[in-house]
Each structure stands twice: as C-alpha cells, then as structure tokens.
C-alpha cells in the first residue's frame, strides 16, 4: 500500500519555476514570417507555481518556494498566488533576473504549435538558498518541484528531502529539461513526464497514440526506482503504474481552449487525492477531471477550483 511518511496535514513544499505566461490562440492556420491575427491572454503560471495554486484552491496547506524579480509582474505575481493560498513568504525576489515569462502559441483547436520561455530566475534557486530553507523540509508532508532547478540545486532538494524523509514528486516540464532527473529516479516517490519526456527518461521512442509503449514506460520508470509514474498522452489519456497496480484512463472529450496549464492541475489533483488517502486509480481519474476543466478555459488555472467542483464533474 502507497504511504507517506508525514502527516499529510503538514504543507507541500512546492519548489521551481513561476512567471508570467502569455498564450496566443490564433484564428486561422499559424503562418511564419507574419503577424497572425489572435486571441491573446495573459495569467500568472511557472509548473511550479501551477501545482502550488492549484493544490491551495482544493484546500491543501502548500509553501512555495521560487525566484522572480524585483519587478512589476514579480508584484502582481506575488499578490496573486498569495491570495489564492499559497504561502509564498519564501518565494525569493531577485534583481538578477526579470521575472520569468512564457511565451505559446496555439492553433484554432487549442493545441500548441510554439513556444519560448526565459525562466532564468529560477537560476536564482542556489544550493545555499534551499538550505536556508531546511526548516520547511522539516515541517512539511511532500516536496514537489520541477525540473526548472539548476542540476546543482537539483541535487541539495533531494538530499534535504532525504534528511526530513519525505516523499518527492518531480515533473520532467519539458523534453530539454528532462534529462536533469535522471540521476535521481531511485530517489523520487512520483513522476509525472509527458509521453516526450518519457522517452527520453526510459531511453525509447513511442507516439502519444502508443498506450502499451507507453505503459511500458511507465513500468521502466517503476523498475527504476520510482514508486509512482504517471504519464500523460495529451487526448489520448493518461498511462500510470506503481509496483502495486498499473491502469489507462481515456482523456475526458472536451472543446479545447488553452492546453497550458492542464498536465500541472493533474499533477496537482493525483497529489491531493494520494495524500487524503485515495487510491492511486481513483487519485487519477481525480486528476484527469482537472485537466479537463483547466483545458476548458482561458488561463492556466481554474480560478473557483473546489474539491466539490472536482467530485460533480468526476470521471467515471
């Protein structure tokens, strides 16, 4: 049976990237070299930040721990998350780095065709400011974090973690940064890599459309060291397997709006599920109810998600 070693009372610590994401859905077929005619939004994102938003709005107690600068989107990103929950009081303003943005492009079916990010705030993350931060480890139930980390800082949160014997979730964020985890998939409780960054985990190449070569990732990842994998194959659903249990659930049928965000409300919903005790199966399909409602709307983040919205719209 899937354990933790702390109380779950006690607050996630989420650590890695937060910024601004600015998305682009453009009206017709995205063409290079001109300017597209689009919708464009703007919402306060960062993995990160994503997962520490959302795991506050179900009711969890969270800590974030980030870089941003010294600027005006660090202000408002700041009053943002603050006011949504999360505890942002070791969230590190920087005057090395302007507050990190990303930047996408969707086409008219919402699905991403671009994107650029400048998240090197985060570079502000050094070993020695997360072990100013060895207290939090200590009071805390779980650490989550991204792959956003310097591989140096990388290698300080896991070992602290270690120390205070706490779980570690890690999300891979992107196939250029996925190969920073490697190192330490013995060392991580759950993983939650895309279908790309699976791949590059495990050292083999599938399609999003390729569920059994999926799953076998998914095991690979277990046979690795990881208690839990969990990897997400866009509209086809979601892969997962522990050495315990292993299951597909198909991808909700929805009107795509904005795909940002979505993989990190679904990470956000398995972990708040997992540590009230839910069953690793049930905790996904609770996890893909809130991709499905975040794919729905403009932003990164359902602004009135609830632990009661999630349960009405359950997938079954």
Not at 296 to 302: E, S
Request: proline share 5%.
């Amino acid at each position: 049976m899937i354990e933790f070693l702390q109380a779950p009372d006690r607050p996630v610590l989420v650590i890695g990237g937060a910024g601004i994401d600015v998305v682009g859905r453009v009206r017709d077929d995205l063409q290079m070299g001109i300017s597209n005619p689009a919708h464009i939004r703007f919402s306060f994102g960062g993995v990160a930040r994503n997962v520490a938003e959302n795991l506050a709005r179900l009711g969890q107690p969270v800590v974030l721990i980030a870089a941003i600068g010294t600027d005006q989107a660090g202000d408002q990103l700041l009053q943002w998350t603050t006011q949504a929950g999360v505890d942002t009081s070791a969230v590190l303003r920087t005057e090395a780095f302007p507050t990190g943005i990303y930047l996408g492009v969707v086409n008219p079916a919402g699905r991403l065709q671009l994107a650029l990010d400048d998240m090197n705030a985060t570079n502000a993350l050094t070993p020695a400011h997360i072990k100013a931060k060895a207290e939090l480890f200590r009071n805390a139930s779980l650490v989550f974090i991204d792959a956003n980390l310097p591989r140096d800082t990388l290698r300080t949160v896991l070992s602290l973690a270690r120390k205070a014997r706490l779980p570690v979730c890690a999300d891979p964020t992107s196939s250029i940064l996925a190969d920073r985890l490697k190192p330490y998939l013995h060392h991580l409780w759950m993983i939650t890599p895309n279908g790309v960054e699976a791949g590059i985990l495990c050292e083999q190449n599938f399609e999003s459309s390729q569920r059994q070569r999926a799953m076998e990732a998914a095991k690979c990842l277990v046979s690795q060291g990881s208690t839990i994998a969990l990897i997400t194959l866009a509209e086809f659903g979601v892969v997962y397997a522990s050495s315990e249990t292993s299951g597909y659930i198909p991808a909700i049928r929805t009107k795509i709006v904005d795909p940002t965000g979505a993989g990190d409300a679904l990470t956000a919903a398995v972990i708040f599920g997992l540590l009230n005790k839910v069953p690793l199966d049930d905790a996904v399909r609770l996890g893909v109810t809130a991709a499905s409602l975040t794919l729905r709307q403009r932003g990164t983040v359902i602004p009135d998600l609830s632990q009661e919205l999630l349960y009405d719209q359950l997938v079954i």
